[in-house]
């Protein structure tokens, strides 16, 4: 029996010496979505930065969960002025 297993590979050109190698599709799409450094052979850190999209995107989620966050907190404030008015109303 055989088993045959393709990977697919992505040429990369080193940011400071320019030197072509061969690295998995995989890990470079990690690397583009973590944005770590990887090397080239040479040694070199290379990375993909986060582009101005990726902030942008990353800038709306924390400016949504905080909104949601003072949306719940403003939300359990009305509950307790709500709940004084009730006991207020009884006891006058
Ligand atoms: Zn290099």
């Given at each position: 029996m055989t088993n045959t297993q393709i990977e697919e590979y992505e040429e990369v050109n080193c940011c400071t010496c320019d030197?072509?190698?061969f690295i998995r599709k995989d890990f470079?799409?990690?690397k583009r979505n973590d944005h770590?450094?990887?090397h080239c052979p040479n040694g070199h850190g290379n990375v993909?930065?986060?582009t101005n999209e990726?902030?942008?995107a990353q800038l709306a989620i924390t400016e949504n969960a905080r909104?949601?966050?003072d949306n719940e907190t403003l939300r359990e404030e009305l509950l307790k002025e709500k709940d004084k008015n009730i006991i207020q109303k009884i006891f006058t």
């Open positions: 030197i072509l190698f470079l799409d990690r770590s450094a990887f993909y930065p986060i990726q902030k942008d909104l949601k966050k």
